[in-house]
């Protein structure tokens, strides 16, 4: 069973003590995509000084097994962390930012001070790329991946079932979106090829002299 180590995280923040314009993310695109987008707006409040990033969970998610969703956000555990709805000591409104148009309506006018943000409104978009990966900020981001970095050593973390006395090994089987969708069996790696290439591996394994590896799908 997956159990967190202790933990007491911060229930109630101020709108006093938040930047101006609080952003979060939301999307349907698979785990890469959205952990992206979420990370880059969290690095953006931390080198601009107009956005708070309010964390929101996982919703839908392409390309992932049932539960997966729900696996996703255990893993990851930040809203333990971050700012949540529900940890704001003050009623918010969320107004959705379409992804193609929030360059033009949100994240460039913001991070420029063109527009301003009501205060009880948390501006929800695909991501911050367009800001984070793009100067003035862009040459700040190293500040702010220490930030994330000195976050992750923070947050619980789930027992994985990773023995550090063996060699652990991860395998990411990536399907579905390798190319065009109109051909999917093209881009679709049958199961007998991954079957194939594990059993070649296990046997190369037997030949060297430590104990059984772990492996994690």
């Known amino acids: 069973m997956l159990q967190y180590e202790s933990f007491h995280a911060i229930t109630h923040y101020r709108r006093e003590n938040l930047n101006e314009c609080l952003v979060s993310t939301r999307s349907k695109d698979g785990f890469g995509h959205q952990l992206e987008g979420k990370l880059s707006c969290l690095m953006v409040s931390y080198i601009h000084p107009r956005f708070t990033y309010i964390y929101l969970p996982f919703e839908t998610m392409e390309h992932s097994a049932p539960g997966f969703v729900s696996e996703a956000e255990s893993f990851l555990n ?3 962390m971050l700012p949540t709805p529900a940890s704001l000591n003050f009623t918010t409104k969320l107004k959705i930012i379409p992804a193609r148009y929030q360059s033009i309506l949100f ?3 913001a991070a420029e001070g063109y527009v301003d943000c009501n205060r009880d409104t948390i501006y929800v978009v695909d991501n911050c790329w ?4 793009k100067p ?4 700040n981001i190293d500040k702010a991946r220490l930030e994330v970095q000195y976050l992750y050593e923070k947050v619980p973390k789930l027992n994985t079932g990773f023995d550090v ?5 991860v395998v990411h089987i990536r399907r579905g979106d390798a190319g065009p969708r109109l051909l999917p069996i093209r881009y679709w790696l049958p199961n007998k090829n991954l079957t194939h290439y594990y059993s070649k591996y296990f046997d190369t394994l037997q030949l060297l002299p430590r104990s059984r590896d772990i492996f994690h799908l």
């Open 136 to 139: 003035p900020l862009v040459r």
């Open 107 to 109: 994240t460039v006018p």
């Open 78 to 80: 930040l809203s333990l």
């Open 165 to 169: 006395d063996k060699f652990n090994i």
């Open 130 to 133: 367009d800001i984070l990966y």
